[in-house]
């Protein structure tokens, strides 16, 4: 049985509608289908969505950060000595 909902649930679209290699918005990680057909989904499927939305926004922040620190291990940093007496 689902919940009844006292509010729309708003669209998390940000008006960027950019999408990456996957399909998927860049800014609210929604695929084509679920951008095109929100106003026709219900509550239910709407919070579904925005789950999925989640994950791939947690799963992106994840590669990212793994993209970045495999980058420092290939260029690691080296420290500047003070050379003033």
Same mark, same amino acid.
């Given at each position: 049985?689902?919940? @009844?909902? &006292?509010?729309? @649930?708003?669209?998390? /679209?940000?008006?960027? /509608? ?7 918005? @860049?800014?609210?990680?929604?695929? %084509?289908?679920? %951008? &095109? ?16 939305c989640?994950?791939?926004a ?10 970045? %620190?495999?980058q ?12 003033? &007496?």
């Amino acid at each position: 049985m689902d919940q @009844i909902e &006292f509010f729309d @649930i708003p669209s998390p /679209c940000k008006r960027v /509608c950019v999408t990456d290699k996957q399909g998927y918005c @860049i800014a609210c990680y929604r695929s %084509r289908e679920e %951008r &095109f057909s929100w106003l026709t989904l219900s509550d239910s499927q709407k919070q579904k969505v925005l789950r999925l939305c989640k994950q791939r926004a947690l799963k992106r922040r994840y590669l990212l950060s793994k993209q970045q %620190r495999q980058q420092q291990d290939l260029n690691p940093v080296t420290p500047q000595f003070d050379l003033n &007496f």
